[in-house]
Every structure is written in structure tokens, then in C-alpha cells.
């Protein structure tokens, strides 16, 4: 009995007493800024003793910080109570049964003052699986020593590049990952139509989705196009334009305070616009961010639940502008000088973007999806300026098989 009690001692010594207030894991990931770990310590506080928080930072690659999560909520890993999902995992996710789903107050306040748009990415079936932490947005930016007014169409701006003398690049993100289905997902949108229609469902309309491909294969065959266009991305992007060799460029929000820091002769020159159009529909630019989950196997959900309520409420999103300049989900937000400091100029933009924003499909199937369009699609060369009809059928009969998990992983 008496070395029952020691053990029992000793074992409360390591790892805190059960009955004692629970430290809560914080999967998500890792902000250069300290989003996570400011936020985290704040609620904490806030908490007064009713629970902890500790991050375990992930991978800001999407697919390491995806692979880690599910081998744990496979496994039925119950170390994990709160999650950063990428906008893409929700519904793959929730349909796993990995993710509670949000009920009564806490559902009402997790949705309160949320872009519509972004409330799509954090739920599944009807249901809401996650808070929204924080979204982003494209926008066209551009040259203004160069080019006098942005143009309004995907079409308009290769003209205008292939005439300009110099630096008449557009850059975008076309290497073989997930920023090249947010591109060709935000132009099949735009021209009318959507990949999906239901979780298992493919729509691509034929005319409006060739009309998207065409967009690729001109920009891909046309002298604006970037030599290193296949192997694109955000931060090659970025590069390029603070280098002075493009005059357009589809980015993120965090072009901007990058070229400031990094070539402020660029930044001076450096305009915002919205994303382009494809036909006469309007555009509808890309939405990522973050949601916040409480796992199925936490053994400290209601804390769980309170605390992501905290992590993604409007202080917490206000702290991610500041730190690591992430647009809000709240759409109040917007007026905050916060906000407005760290988008001069174009804050009101960027809420627009969000507002007239279109998801990447919600399906379980996403990354069988999303490795069907890279497969079909890439490299962006082997799409025709025109005559795509070969690459459409193509991409319909590989999204045909993948919403049906046939195979393609």
C-alpha cells in the first residue's frame, strides 16, 4: 500500500494531478510572426485556471502538417484537443469522424460576423466543424510605373504584358501543389461554372471550363509567361516581382509587407487590384486560411471548445494581423486600424476578394481531387492556347474517378 502511495506520488510529480485543470494541445501551424504562441498565452490567461494551452506547431506545408494529423486521429491519438486545419481538410476530416461538430452557443458564436464564403470552408454536410481562425485572398498586384490602369481580364493582361518592352512578366503560382489547383479552381469559377457539385459529384460545364483552360494554356505559350512557369509558387512569385522582372503578379496578401521590406522601390510603384476575370463573370478569386477543430478523441472537449472560441475570436484574429499580417474572417474587422495598417490602401480590397471568393471543392475525396486536376493539368505548356477539348476530357474523366477514390493515390 505504501509503495502504491509513492508510485502514485511520483506519477502526480511527472505529469500533473488528473484532477487537476487540463493542458490543452494546440496542433497548427507554425507563424513566423507568433501568431500561435501569443494567442495561445492570452487565452490561457483568460482561462483563469480552468485549462492551458500548449502549441505543438506543424509544418507550414499543407501536406507534411496533413500527414502528421492523420496518423495520429487515425490511430485515435487522444494528445490532441484543438486543431489548425487547413481551409481543404474540414470536410475530409468531419467525414473521418476526427472533428466534433460545433453545437448551440459555441456554433453561434463561432459563426458570428464570418464571411460567408469562409464559413463554407468550415463545414460539412450542414454541419459546423470548425471555427474560422483566419482567411486569405489573392489579389492582382501590379506595376503602376508601368502599367497606368490594371486590367480587368485574364486576357487583357497578357496583351498588355506582351507590350510592354521590358518586365512584362505575370507571375503565378503554376508549379506541380496545391497552389496550382487554387489557380485553376479560382479560373473554372470565374468563367461559370464549378468542379464540383456535391461531395461526389463532378460539374464542370464543358464550355466555361475550356474557356478556363484556355486562359493557361495562352498565358503558358505567350512571351508574359515566366520561364520558370512550371515550377511556380507564392515565393518564387514574390521574388520575381520585388526583382523588378514582372509587371503582374497574382499573390496573397503577404506580397506587400514582403516587397516593403525587401525592395521598398518596388513597393513604391506597387498597386492592388482585384483578381482578373476570365469572360464577363465575375472573377472569383482564391480563399485559403485556417479553421480551428476540437478532436473527436480529446478527453477535454468542452475546455477544448472554449478555448478554440478564444483562438479564433476577433482579438485573437487582430493579434494574426498584426504579427503575421493573416486577413480576418471577421468581415467587421475591416475598419479595425489594425487591419487598415497592415493593408494601406487596399483592406477594403481585400474584404471584397473574400466576399466574392470561391472555395476549393468540399469532399472528403479532396486530395484525390486535387491530384487529379495537377495530374491532368501539369505542366501548364501541355494545355493549348486554344482547341482544349483533349485536356477538358481528360480532367473530367480523372475527377470522375477521384471523387470516386478510384485509384488516383
Partial sequence: ????????????????????PPQL???VAIQPGGTIEATAERCTQEAHGKYSIKPELLPNDASQAREQLVRRLGAKDSSIDIIGLDVILTSEFANAGWIAPWTGRQKVEA??????????????????????????????WYRKDLVPKPPETWDQMIKVAEEL?????IQVQAERYEGYTVWVNA?????????????????LEQRPTEEALEVIGRLAHSSAASPELPTSNEDSARLAFEAGKAAFMTNYTFAFASAKENAPEINENMGAAPFPRVNSNPAKP?????????????????QAFEAALCLSGEESELTAVELDGLPPSHENLYTNPVVGKAFPGFAGLVREEVEAAGPRPVTPAYQDVTSAIQRALHPPESIPAE???????????????????????
Fill in 387 to 409: 482547341g482544349v477539348e483533349g485536356k477538358y476530357d481528360e480532367l473530367k474523366e480523372d475527377l470522375e474517378q477521384a471523387v470516386k477514390r478510384e485509384g488516383l493515390l
Fill in 25 to 27: 494541445t494546440f496542433f
Fill in 111 to 140: 459563426s458570428k460576423n464570418v464571411f460567408p464564403s469562409v464559413l463554407k470552408t468550415a463545414s460539412f454536410e450542414g454541419e459546423l466543424y470548425a471555427s474560422p481562425f483566419n482567411t486569405n485572398t489573392q489579389v492582382l
Fill in 165 to 169: 518592352p521590358e518586365a512584362g512578366q
Fill in 1 to 20: 500500500m505504501l509503495a502504491s502511495a509513492l508510485a502514485g506520488v511520483v506519477l502526480s510529480a511527472c505529469g500533473g494531478s488528473s484532477s487537476g
Fill in 286 to 302: 482564391p480563399l485559403g486560411g485556417f479553421n480551428l477543430a476540437v478532436s473527436a478523441y480529446s478527453g477535454h472537449q468542452q
Fill in 187 to 203: 479560373l473554372i469559377e470565374s468563367a461559370g461554372t464549378s468542379i464540383l457539385s456535391g461531395p461526389e459529384e463532378v460539374e
